[in-house]
């Protein structure tokens, strides 16, 4: 139980343009859900909190408008990068909390992108 | 002060032999806590959790905590190199912040 997915699981795309990932809690609905960041070697950096049908919750220094975030339905959220350059290469996380459930977030295989 | 401070390691034992992570926490209102394995080039996967002071258990591994010193720690059994990995530790954050707090977690190579 508690199956979480993304998709792409890796893309790759040019300078400039905008690429969208999808995640998707397969047996289970997500009131919440949250996306993070991690670049080699580094921990874990929450971007940002995505509830049902509201606005998401962006950490400090997390610019909304180049990272969009969609959650639509309980079981899909979308974080758009938009006009993605190099720096925004890395690893990106999706997590997932059970609707009605405890703090605990089950993770989804991560989407590495890369900027070319 | 970071809020969840975990020492980066490596950590290194020999197979067979029991692993001890440690955990700090600053948020004495935190109540929820976890541990999460992460394997090179992979996401994080839930290992445990645990709300109360004391142990718990889960085949080879044993979840400790202390809310009164703010520690959590995680006790690997009978060690294989498959444990080979990076643990995090997360915590909830109080005051309705609905999010985990990170630790940077540590790297435990068990070896042969």
């Known amino acids: 139980g508690a199956v979480v997915s993304q998709h792409p699981s890796r893309v790759i795309c040019k300078s400039g343009t905008s690429v969208k990932i999808e995640c998707r809690s397969l047996?289970?609905?997500?009131?919440?859900m949250f996306w993070y960041r991690q670049f080699p070697k580094q921990s874990l950096m929450l971007m940002a909190t995505?509830?049902?049908?509201?606005?998401?919750?962006?950490e400090q220094g997390v610019e909304k408008d180049k990272f969009l975030i969609n959650h639509a339905s309980l079981t899909l959220s979308t974080l758009t990068v938009t006009s993605a350059h190099p720096e925004d290469s890395s690893f990106y996380i999706c997590?997932?909390?059970?609707?009605?459930?405890?703090?605990?977030?089950?993770f989804g295989p991560g989407t590495r992108l890369t900027v070319l | 002060q970071k809020e969840v401070e975990q020492n980066s390691g490596p950590l290194s034992v020999p197979e067979g032999a029991i692993a001890s992570l440690n955990c700090t926490y600053s948020?004495?209102?935190?109540?929820?806590f976890f541990w999460y394995r992460q394997y090179s080039g992979k996401s994080p996967e839930l290992i445990m959790s645990?709300?109360?002071?004391g142990d718990k258990e889960d085949g080879r591994f044993t979840a400790q905590l202390n809310k009164a010193s703010q520690y959590v720690s995680l006790l690997i059994r009978d060690s294989q190199p498959s444990d080979s990995a990076t643990y995090l530790c997360?915590?909830?954050?109080?005051?309705?912040?609905?999010?985990?707090?990170f630790g940077a977690g540590t790297r435990l190579a068990v070896h042969p």
């Open positions: 997590s997932a909390k059970v609707r009605g459930g405890t703090d605990t977030q089950y």
């Open positions: 047996d289970f609905q997500a009131t919440t």
């Open positions: 995505s509830n049902e049908g509201s606005k998401a919750t962006y």
């Open positions: 948020d004495r209102g935190s109540q929820s």
């Open positions: 645990i709300y109360s002071n």
């Open positions: 997360a915590v909830n954050k109080s005051g309705g912040y609905n999010k985990l707090i």
